[in-house]
T-cell receptor, first 113, second 115 residues
Framework: AQSVAQPEDQVNVAEGNPLTVKCTYSVSGNPYLFWYVQYPNRGLQFLLKYITGDNLVKGSYGFEAEFNKSQTSFHLKKPSALVSDSALYFCAVRDTNAGKSTFGDGTTLTVKP | DSGVTQTPKHLITATGQRVTLRCSPRSGDLSVYWYQQSLDQGLQFLIQYYNGEERAKGNILERFSAQQFPDLHSELNLSSLELGDSALYFC??????????????FGNGTRLTVT
C-alpha cells in the first residue's frame, strides 16, 4: 500500500521569506511524486512532479521540490514567498505499477504581508 | 482551465435521497478518477475508470456507484444519503496506464450538502 504524510497542517511565513512544505511518502515500487495547489472553491492544480533524474525539480509559480530517496521525502520549496501563494497544498504519490494517486491530508500555507 | 467539467456545481438535498454527479474528462483522457474531500478526512480516493472499465476502487461506500460511458464521461451516483456524505466531490482525468507519470487534471468539484 502507498501512503503520503504531510506532517504540518499549517505553515505560516512572512512575504519575501523562503517557505518549505514537507512531504514524506511510502510506496512499494519506484515513486512518481506530485505537488498540487488548491485555491478556495477550486479543484486541485498541478504544480510539479518528480519522475526520475535530477533530485531538484522546478515547477510553476517559482516553486521547486527536492526528492530525497533515502529519507523518502519530497519537500516543496520557494525561495521568496508571495501573499498570493496562500493556499492549500497537497503532495501525492503514484506507484509506477498502480493507477491511483494517494494524496496527503494537505497543508495550509499562509503568507503574511 | 483544466478541461475537466463537473456538474452541478452545488447540490442541496435531504437525507435518504439519491443524486447523480456528472464529469466530462479532458479531451483525450481515458481515465476518470473520483475523489471525496471533506473537512476532517482530506482527499479520499473513491474509484477509477479507464476507457469504460472499473480499474481501481478505494474507500467507496456500497451506497455509492459510478460508471464511465462510451463517450468517456462519468457519473457518480450517491444514494440513501446521510448527513456525513456532505462534502466536495472531485472528478479528475488522466491519460491512462501509459501515462502514470503525468499529473491528474481536476474539475472544480460538486459541493454536496445533505440536510
Amino acid at each position: 500500500a502507498q501512503s503520503v504524510a504531510q506532517p504540518e497542517d499549517q505553515v505560516n511565513v512572512a512575504e519575501g521569506n523562503p517557505l518549505t512544505v514537507k512531504c514524506t511518502y511510502s510506496v512499494s515500487g519506484n515513486p512518481y511524486l506530485f505537488w498540487y495547489v488548491q485555491y478556495p472553491n477550486r479543484g486541485l492544480q498541478f504544480l510539479l512532479k518528480y519522475i526520475t533524474g535530477d533530485n531538484l525539480v522546478k515547477g510553476s509559480y517559482g516553486f521547486e521540490a527536492e526528492f530525497n530517496k533515502s529519507q523518502t521525502s519530497f519537500h516543496l520549496k520557494k525561495p521568496s514567498a508571495l501573499v498570493s501563494d496562500s493556499a492549500l497544498y497537497f503532495c501525492a504519490v503514484r506507484d509506477t505499477n498502480a493507477g491511483k494517486s494517494t494524496f496527503g491530508d494537505g497543508t495550509t500555507l499562509t503568507v503574511k504581508p | 482551465d483544466s478541461g475537466v467539467t463537473q456538474t452541478p456545481k452545488h447540490l442541496i438535498t435531504a437525507t435518504g435521497q439519491r443524486v447523480t454527479l456528472r464529469c466530462s474528462p479532458r479531451s483525450g483522457d481515458l481515465s476518470v478518477y473520483w475523489y471525496q474531500q471533506s473537512l476532517d478526512q482530506g482527499l479520499q480516493f473513491l474509484i477509477q475508470y479507464y476507457n469504460g472499465e472499473e480499474r481501481a476502487k478505494g474507500n467507496i461506500l456500497e451506497r455509492f456507484s459510478a460508471q464511465q460511458f462510451p463517450d468517456l464521461h462519468s457519473e457518480l451516483n450517491l444514494s440513501s444519503l446521510e448527513l456525513g456524505d456532505s462534502a466536495l466531490y472531485f472528478c479528475a482525468s488522466g491519460g491512462g496506464q501509459s501515462s502514470y507519470n503525468s499529473p491528474l487534471h481536476f474539475g472544480n468539484g460538486t459541493r454536496l450538502t445533505v440536510t
